[in-house]
């Protein structure tokens, strides 16, 4: 699938900053993770080592500790605000926004419609009603869901797919209840069901008989 087309239509009353910073060539990890969080924290890349965000106060604290790993890494950055910018500009950078937030939205669709759904429809066709199974199903959910509060806490402009990203939690909310309830009951019958152990019958003491003395 891929993203639907998105509008360009700015809906938040905030500027922009760009980061521009340097890592050291080693260790490559350091590159690595600096470039993840700034990825996870909404990022632009507008190219190597210079990115772009909506100016907010969330978006300033989400890039703290980013900004402190680049300086411990013995790196360098500018985080400099851009003040004006032209209204083609501007709707340039909402637009590379909305399509990566759509994106991820679709992402999240995909993963509950192809993986989600499809491990609930297998593991009922297994009749795998087990705590074990329920509780791993219940990890992948919550899993999806803070992925979807992530990507909306980024939706500066309120991108395309949301809705229909939420739709799909609701169902894969539904399809985990009906699963677990399903796994209560399996687990309820069988409980009924199990024969009991019989208890042993106690043992009945029998009086000793009395051993004759044969002193004189």
Request: hydrophobic share 35%; aromatic share 10%.
């Amino acid at each position: 699938m891929t993203a639907k087309k998105t509008s360009s239509r700015r809906a938040a009353p905030f500027g922009f900053i760009v980061l521009v910073y340097r890592m050291p060539p080693a260790p490559t990890a350091g590159r690595v993770a600096v470039w993840r969080q700034l990825k996870k924290a909404g990022a632009i890349y507008l190219q190597q080592s210079v990115c772009i965000f909506p100016d907010t106060a969330e978006v300033r604290a989400e890039l703290a500790p980013v900004l402190a790993k680049i300086t411990a890494s013995k790196g360098e950055y500018h985080l400099l605000p851009l003040t004006r910018l032209s209204p083609d500009e501007e709707r340039k950078l909402i637009s590379q926004f909305l399509d990566q937030t759509a994106r991820h939205y679709q992402e999240i669709v995909e993963n509950c419609e192809v993986n989600f759904q499809k491990e609930i429809e297998f593991e009922t066709f297994r009749k795998n009603f087990t705590y074990e199974e329920a509780e791993e199903i219940r990890n992948e959910y919550e899993k999806i869901a803070d992925w979807f509060e992530r990507v909306k806490r980024r939706d500066w402009f309120k991108a395309t797919n949301r809705r229909e990203a939420e739709s799909w939690l609701r169902r894969c909310r539904q399809m985990l209840e009906e699963f677990e309830a399903r796994v209560y009951a399996q687990q309820a019958h069988a409980n009924e069901v199990r024969p009991r152990r019989r208890s042993k019958p106690t043992a009945v003491s029998r009086p000793r008989p009395k051993v004759l003395s044969t002193a004189s």
